[in-house]
């Protein structure tokens, strides 16, 4: 699969990954990249955010690749289902945990329970030995029950601007390979 042949939807985290953030430069430098564009980045509703994801991958010309990050890895997994026969394939990295009440305080967020169901297209996990937000204990759980393929990326917080992933080219390399993967499965 190449870059070219799938609309690739770049769903953000709290506050909208802003401009030095992977997925920021990702999106600039992916010919086929467009960001689901939420009304609220700092106070997201469930509901709200799951609805433009799926609004966003149904006016795809092409078929859809999801690349998430935090919270957005979390909306992407509630809206799994209404995704089934658009998506083609999902890149999910730092998930968020919501289940655990002190994540974020001053923050009271419907994205709790997270689903525990496996993901009707492919996907890649990718997590942080180190993460301030979800255990890699945990996320090996997520990837476990969504039947993602999960990669450790060592101790890297929580893989963006802040723990010194701005390009993340070892990202690119990983959704490359994860790409590659998705056209031998097609075939």
Known sequence: MR??????????????????????????KLSTA?????????????????????ENVETSSR??????????VITTVF????????????MLVAPSDWDKPDLLPGYD????????TALPFPSLLVASRNDPYCDINRA??????WNSEFVDAGEAGHINVESGHGPWPEGLLRLASFLSKLRHESQ
Do not use: C
Not at 79 to 90: C, D, N, Q, T
Not at 109 to 116: A, G, R, V, Y
């Open 140 to 145: 090996s759980s997520f990837a476990e029950a």
């Open 34 to 54: 467009r960001r689901v564009q939420q009304d609220d980045w700092d106070h997201p509703e469930r509901e709200a955010w799951v609805s433009r994801l799926v």
């Open 63 to 72: 078929p859809a690749i999801v690349i998430a990050h935090s919270i957005g």
């Open 3 to 28: 870059i070219s042949d799938a609309d690739i939807l770049i769903v953000p985290g709290l506050g909208n990954s802003g401009p030095d953030h992977w997925q920021s430069r990702w999106q600039a």
């Open 109 to 116: 967020l419907d994205f709790n329970p997270i689903p525990m």
């Open 79 to 90: 809206a799994a289902e209404r995704l089934k026969g658009h998506v083609i394939g999902a």
